[in-house]
T-cell receptor
Framework: AQSVSQHNHHVILSEAASLELGCNYSYGGTVNLFWYVQYPGQHLQLLLKYFSGDPLVKGIKGFEAEFIKSKFSFNLRKPSVQWSDTAEYFCAVTPSGGYQKVTFGTGTKLQVIP | GAVVSQHPSRVICKSGTSVKIECRSLDFQATTMFWYRQFPKQSLMLMATSNEGSKATYEQGVEKDKFLINHASLTLSTLTVTSAHPEDSSFYIC???????????FGPGTRLLVL
């Protein structure tokens, strides 16, 4: 079975600072990787996803993530955060091949200070 | 596109009663729907996966007789918490996928409080 770990539970940044949230997964086969965001009081939204191809994936709102297969990692990055990025971020993994169980990380709460 | 709704958004009920939560895919046909439970400060835990027209597949440790799931159409799945107890109080979230099923779209969640 797959597993996901997010090492940062709570991150506090000032506006314009750069962001990198770590995500490592464990699974023996090929995977699909996701980052979801949950803004305060809102539901989970897909930020970006990786299925195959270019390991550097660009998502909405200036976020990107890089899949490094050798490190089993899929870190989320943003060069300059804004106050509106304050949210909880979840990394998720599923074995490739459709209709597979998605496993979520425990989430990272990002707080951006104006 | 890919909007999923849930109803109700929050519900308070007495211990021993049953509560039904609806999950609808508004602008696409959802061949597969998923039900999650999220405890405070924890991640989403998958409870069950349901495919339209067939029985749901429950995760280990989830009581299928307590959490009844029905996926009667390609746009609607329901979760019924039967004989609810205070420990069932939680945030229940559904998601839906279509096509290849590799991307899930999430509903806004339902907060259940059992008194």
């Amino acid at each position: 079975a797959q597993s996901v770990s997010q090492h940062n539970h709570h991150v506090i940044l000032s506006e314009a600072a750069s962001l990198e949230l770590g995500c490592n997964y464990s699974y023996g086969g090929t995977v699909n990787l996701f980052w979801y965001v949950q803004y305060p009081g809102q539901h989970l939204q897909l930020l970006l996803k990786y299925f195959s191809g270019d390991p550097l994936v660009k998502g909405i709102k200036g976020f990107e993530a890089e899949f490094i297969k050798s490190k089993f990692s899929f870190n989320l990055r943003k060069p300059s955060v804004q106050w509106s990025d304050t949210a909880e971020y979840f990394c998720a993994v599923t074995p490739s091949g459709g209709y597979q169980k998605v496993t979520f990380g425990t989430g990272t709460k990002l707080q951006v200070i104006p | 596109g890919a909007v999923v709704s849930q109803h109700p958004s929050r519900v308070i009920c007495k211990s021993g009663t049953s509560v039904k939560i609806e999950c609808r895919s508004l602008d696409f046909q959802a061949t597969t729907m998923f039900w999650y439970r999220q405890f405070p400060k924890q991640s989403l835990m998958l409870m069950a996966t349901s495919n339209e027209g067939s029985k749901a597949t429950y995760e280990q440790g989830v009581e299928k007789d307590k959490f009844l799931i029905n996926h009667a159409s390609l746009t609607l799945s329901t979760l019924t918490v039967t004989s609810a107890h205070p420990e069932d109080s939680s945030f229940y979230i559904c998601s839906a996928s279509s096509g290849s099923g590799e991307t899930q779209y999430f509903g806004p969640g339902t907060r259940l409080l059992v008194l």
